[in-house]
């Protein structure tokens, strides 16, 4: 029986190694030791967890809690509308931007100010403005978490002040910062050291700046110690993400960080108010030392041919659409990546260029680790009527233009041909006229003798014969 598709194994940099070691069997460095009760490190590129420290342990998230807010704003609210601030939301305790009851300010600029430097009230204000209430709005929050697949997590309120029954894990903070981080605009958000909130109807222009110090302070004051070496928080390569603390939850941070291509982010949750940039440091340092994000795959390679029925050409390339990036240990070689393309064994013209074609499963070693789709190179229209047996149109048109040669050629031998009867006809008539001619010339020489002769023999006289006998 035909099998409907076909396998074809692409190798990266070399054949597929058999044996080779697993991920967590590279050489790495001691893990850091942190102030903080939990954490956890991701590889941004993979979701792959570099390292955890009581991970699915509960803990109050303080502030971290704003990205949930967030993303429910991006998702639900047209930024570009106008808030109205109410009472409850300018009675927000803690850290705010002094919002005043009737305020009016725009979605997009409270988003940024919620953010940015972690404004309570701004958070309750945006609650309100998705929901009607911060109730209703803490069920949205649980069913998104749950939607993103937190296991641990229960909000109570969009702020993270702290309340007994709002808690979550740091694994499910990395979740929830994994699909924040994946939105456009709230990477751009979280990303900004400082932000100013224009002029509005109950307050002057405010200067804000970004809680998350690792994105700007080098303030001799607020030096920390990373291991023996005594620093600024300012660390290079951060954009983003989120700050927390309550007395209640500690020092808790979310932070995201890339260096040379490698992304990390990572979950700090009950350090210190300071010792959790120096945690997030740490591991940010451990990461960067002991992985490496590599472009594995390149947009654009081809996986093969597939066949295509009644198409101005019978084939079109699978490629794949973009670059794939996957992170190994630094120790570790690329050559242990392999890529397997199935791809459909024939497609019916017409094809678009980008039509999914087959998919692509990218390997370490022989655990798949991604999956990915082959698309069309370009687009096949529809053939001609030879496409219909295989057919190229190319191969069609030379076909048809030998034939109109051939025919060409024919034709104009035929009238060669013609031509040449023709006069081989004239010449052959104008021989026997001219043969006709010249024998009724001739017949006419020899009756003109014969009727001279005829003539002359008619008056002689018999004397005249005797004559000439004597």
Same mark, same amino acid.
């Given at each position: 029986?035909?099998?409907?598709?076909?396998?074809?194994?692409?190798?990266?940099?070399?054949?597929?190694?058999?044996?080779?070691?697993?991920?967590?069997?590279?050489?790495?460095?001691?893990?850091?030791?942190?102030?903080?009760?939990?954490?956890?490190?991701?590889?941004?590129?993979?979701?792959?967890?570099?390292?955890?420290?009581?991970?699915?342990?509960?803990?109050?998230?303080?502030?971290?809690?704003?990205?949930?807010?967030?993303?429910?704003?991006?998702?639900?609210?047209?930024?570009?509308?106008?808030?109205?601030?109410?009472?409850?939301?300018?009675?927000?305790?803690?850290?705010?931007?002094?919002?005043?009851?009737?305020?009016?300010?725009?979605?997009?600029?409270?988003?940024?100010?919620?953010?940015?430097?972690?404004?309570?009230?701004?958070?309750?204000?945006?609650?309100?403005?998705?929901?009607?209430?911060?109730?209703?709005?803490?069920?949205?929050?649980?069913?998104?978490?749950?939607?993103?697949?937190?296991?641990?997590?229960?909000?109570?309120?969009?702020?993270?002040?702290?309340?007994?029954?709002?808690?979550?894990?740091?694994?499910?903070?990395?979740?929830?910062?994994?699909?924040?981080?994946?939105?456009? $605009?709230?990477?751009?958000?979280? %990303? =900004?050291?400082?932000?100013?909130?224009? #002029?509005? @109807?109950?307050? /002057? *222009?405010?200067? &804000?700046?970004?809680?998350?110090?690792?994105?700007?302070?080098?303030?001799?004051?607020?030096?920390?110690?990373?291991?023996?070496?005594?620093?600024?928080?300012?660390?290079?390569?951060?954009?983003?993400?989120?700050?927390?603390?309550?007395?209640?939850?500690?020092?808790?941070?979310?932070?995201?960080?890339?260096?040379?291509?490698?992304?990390?982010?990572?979950?700090?949750?009950?350090?210190?108010?300071?010792?959790?940039?120096?945690?997030?440091?740490?591991?940010?340092?451990?990461?960067?030392?002991?992985?490496?994000?590599?472009?594995?795959? $390149?947009?654009?390679?081809?996986? %093969? =041919?597939?066949?295509?029925?009644?198409? #101005?050409? @019978?084939?079109? /390339? *699978?490629?794949? &659409?973009?670059?794939?990036?996957?992170?190994?240990?630094?120790?570790?070689?690329?050559?242990?990546?392999?890529?397997?393309?199935?791809?459909?064994?024939?497609?019916?013209?017409?094809?678009?260029?980008?039509?999914?074609?087959?998919?692509?499963?990218?390997?370490?070693?022989?655990?798949?680790?991604?999956?990915?789709?082959?698309?069309?190179?370009?687009?096949?229209?529809?053939?001609?009527?030879?496409?219909?047996?295989?057919?190229?149109?190319?191969?069609?048109?030379?076909?048809?233009?030998?034939?109109?040669?051939?025919?060409?050629?024919?034709?104009?031998?035929?009238?060669?041909?013609?031509?040449?009867?023709?006069?081989?006809?004239?010449?052959?008539?104008?021989?026997?006229?001219?043969?006709?001619?010249?024998?009724?010339?001739?017949?006419?020489?020899?009756?003109?003798?014969?009727?001279?002769?005829?003539?002359?023999?008619?008056?002689?006289?018999?004397?005249?014969?005797?004559?000439?006998?004597?």
């Amino acid at each position: 029986m035909r099998t409907m598709k076909r396998m074809l194994v692409i190798v990266l940099v070399c054949a597929v190694m058999l044996g080779v070691m697993p991920l967590h069997a590279f050489a790495l460095s001691p893990y850091p030791k942190l102030e903080g009760s939990a954490a956890i490190l991701l590889d941004m590129t993979t979701g792959d967890v570099l390292y955890e420290l009581n991970a699915d342990e509960r803990h109050y998230p303080a502030s971290t809690t704003k990205m949930m807010t967030g993303l429910l704003a991006i998702e639900n609210l047209n930024l570009e509308n106008d808030i109205t601030v109410d009472a409850e939301a300018a009675s927000t305790p803690g850290s705010g931007i002094k919002l005043r009851e009737g305020e009016v300010m725009n979605a997009d600029v409270m988003l940024h100010a919620m953010l940015i430097p972690s404004s309570n009230d701004c958070a309750v204000a945006i609650a309100k403005a998705v929901s009607g209430g911060v109730d209703n709005f803490a069920v949205l929050m649980n069913a998104r978490a749950r939607e993103l697949g937190c296991k641990g997590t229960n909000f109570v309120n969009p702020s993270g002040l702290h309340e007994d029954d709002h808690y979550t894990t740091a694994r499910d903070l990395s979740i929830i910062a994994m699909a924040c981080m994946k939105n456009e $605009h709230f990477r751009e958000i979280v %990303g =900004n050291a400082e932000y100013t909130v224009p #002029e509005t @109807n109950r307050s /002057e *222009a405010r200067e &804000l700046v970004s809680s998350n110090l690792l994105l700007w302070d080098e303030q001799e004051r607020h030096k920390i110690y990373v291991g023996n070496d005594l620093r600024y928080p300012k660390y290079e390569g951060t954009f983003g993400v989120k700050t927390g603390y309550t007395p209640q939850a500690g020092g808790c941070l979310v932070a995201a960080c890339e260096r040379n291509g490698t992304k990390l982010l990572c979950v700090v949750m009950e350090s210190s108010d300071m010792g959790r940039f120096a945690d997030a440091i740490k591991m940010f340092e451990w990461g960067f030392e002991n992985y490496k994000t590599y472009t594995v795959l $390149h947009g654009g390679y081809s996986f %093969g =041919n597939v066949k295509v029925r009644h198409g #101005e050409v @019978n084939k079109v /390339e *699978a490629v794949l &659409l973009t670059d794939v990036a996957y992170t190994l240990p630094a120790d570790a070689s690329v050559e242990i990546m392999s890529a397997q393309a199935v791809l459909q064994e024939k497609l019916t013209a017409p094809v678009k260029k980008g039509d999914v074609v087959g998919t692509i499963t990218l390997y370490e070693g022989d655990e798949p680790v991604g999956t990915y789709q082959a698309v069309a190179a370009k687009s096949v229209p529809e053939g001609g009527l030879l496409s219909y047996f295989g057919i190229e149109d190319s191969a069609a048109k030379v076909i048809r233009n030998v034939i109109l040669a051939v025919l060409g050629v024919a034709f104009l031998a035929m009238v060669v041909y013609v031509l040449v009867m023709r006069r081989k006809t004239k010449i052959k008539k104008a021989r026997k006229a001219a043969k006709m001619k010249a024998k009724e010339e001739e017949e006419s020489v020899r009756r003109a003798e014969w009727e001279r002769y005829y003539e002359g023999s008619k008056y002689r006289s018999p004397r005249d014969e005797t004559d000439e006998e004597l």
